[in-house]
């Protein structure tokens, strides 16, 4: 399998969000115009959904961590 389908088609944990989001978006955009062909469209479908759950993970990790900082910087009360 050549280089460029292997990354594709594993599932990369050690991605940025933007990276992440931007790939979903790419996705999104070939189903949407129907430029996926059946035989890839459950794969396309598949990473889809990964990204989805890799990217609310980013978020709600970033959300408590400025949660975590915000405490922090007021203090106890």
């Known amino acids: 399998m ?8 594993t599932m ?3 991605l940025s969000y ?3 989001f931007s790939e979903l978006k ?3 955009a070939e189903i949407e115009s129907e430029a996926v062909s ?3 469209l459950a794969e396309k479908v ?10 609310q ?3 709600r990790a970033s959300e408590e961590e400025v949660a975590n900082i915000i405490a922090q910087m007021e203090g106890p009360k």
Not at 4 to 9: A, G, I, L, R, V
């Open 57 to 59: 993970q980013k978020l």
């Open 46 to 55: 598949k990473r889809a959904s990964f990204l989805i759950e890799y990217c």
């Open 18 to 20: 933007e990276e992440a």
């Open 26 to 28: 790419k996705i999104s």
């Open 12 to 14: 990369q944990t050690a």
């Open 38 to 40: 059946v035989d890839v």
């Open 2 to 9: 050549p280089p460029s389908t292997t990354k594709k088609t």
